[in-house]
């Protein structure tokens, strides 16, 4: 993967959010580790929660064993941040230091509250996406069911305040650590399963105001 393959920036606010494909190879791994791995193994469950340590009113939180992001998982995401950087502020990082990475299994009713991570740099994308989630409560209302959305500052001119992304299979969306964000609850059967990280890269880089 070349740095900027198939990576794309939008500024919907003070910081620039990065959009990527997560290769289809990554998808099917991941999915197969979740199946056959712990989706039926209440031990293999309780070895890896994440639970404890995230905010999310989700089913289960699962870190994901170094075997497997050994397997392509990094590499996907230190070429995305390196790109996502690059492409942010024309800056190329030497340095990616993997802080942590899980999956989200979340269904009927589920939600993510508002929160924000630890690093320099995050991510979340997704694995799995039920076919539908749900029909809106008032007829002709937008539909966000199981959005993700991304909140910084207030609504005024020339910014939203926030931009409200729905779910796609393979959408990995990359973001500054500090940036608020929230999932919606979705409302049918089927599971919305997605991937996060949190990386530190340069402390050069990433403390332009010399703290951290």
Sequence with gaps: MSND?????????????????IPEFLIKKLNDFVDSEV????????????GPNLVGQVSQEINIPKKIIEEGLYDFLYQSTKAYVKLSINKDINKFNLLNTWIVRQFQNEYNPIHFHSGHISGAGYLMVPDNLGETIQKDKVNTHGNINFHHGSKQF???G????????????LFPHYLYHSVNPFYGEGERRSLSFNAKIDDEIYQVYGIE
């Design 162 to 173: 926030y931009v409200s992304k729905k779910p796609n299979i393979g959408d990995f969306y």
């Design 158 to 160: 020339m910014s939203g």
């Design 39 to 50: 989706a039926n193994s209440k031990e293999k469950a309780s070895q890896l929660d994440a």
């Design 5 to 21: 393959s198939h990576l794309k920036i939008i500024r919907p606010f003070g910081p620039s959010l990065a959009i990527v494909n």
